[in-house]
């Protein structure tokens, strides 16, 4: 469930690396979205 979930992120969300987005300067919807991509990728990756 994990992995579809990460795929979707992946086209839906925008991605903030690409953007050089500065952590400190982030936004709280922006810092969201972070936080919910990191928590499905990571649950993703724990999954064999």
């Given at each position: 469930m994990y992995k579809l979930l990460a795929k979707l992120n992946k086209l839906l969300l925008p991605s903030f690396t690409k953007q050089?987005?500065?952590l400190?300067?982030?936004k709280?919807?922006?810092m969201a979205i972070i936080?919910?991509?990191y928590y499905?990728?990571?649950r993703?990756?724990?999954l064999k």
């Open positions: 050089q987005l500065d400190a300067k982030a709280k919807w922006q936080g919910w991509r499905v990728t990571t993703a990756l724990d």
